[in-house]
């Protein structure tokens, strides 16, 4: 299953956007799973940088995102959203989603699925100075 990432654009610093992850397959129920966001900027590895685990009620962020960005799900949708405020341009990268680790106590982690290995294209975030 390719889970497929929207929604980014070219945006002035403190912009903002609303990134969606939805799957490529019908029957990939996405509130079943822990979801994260990850993102790669030019010369940089991969890094997470939200997670939800919606069934536990669970949320989990990367320290220089919180208070910026918002991961929820929308379950009539089957639809994992980032909302991104106040950009900076070091958040410009290319953001994917990809299902994630969870602890036995239901708390995500930003470590994708050893097995998940679709990525997709991403989606690309581009924030001026």
């Known amino acids: 299953v390719q889970l497929q990432a929207s929604g980014g654009g070219l945006v002035q610093t403190g912009g903002s956007l609303s990134l969606s992850c939805a799957a490529s397959a019908s029957g990939f129920t996405l509130d079943y799973y822990a979801i994260g966001w990850f993102r790669q900027a030019p010369g940089k590895e991969r890094r997470g940088v939200a997670c939800?685990?919606?069934?536990?009620?669970?949320?989990y962020y990367l320290e220089s995102v919180k208070g910026r960005f918002t991961i929820s799900v929308d379950n009539a949708k089957n639809t994992v959203y980032l909302q991104v405020t106040d950009l900076k341009p070091e958040d410009t990268a290319v953001y994917y989603c990809?299902?994630?680790?969870?602890?036995?106590?239901?708390?995500?982690?930003?470590?994708?699925?050893?097995?998940?290995?679709?990525w997709g294209q991403g989606t690309l975030v581009t924030v001026s100075s």
């Open positions: 939800i685990y919606s069934r536990h009620g669970n949320t």
């Open positions: 990809a299902p994630v680790h969870s602890t036995g106590w239901g708390e995500c982690q930003l470590r994708p699925l050893t097995e998940f290995n679709s």
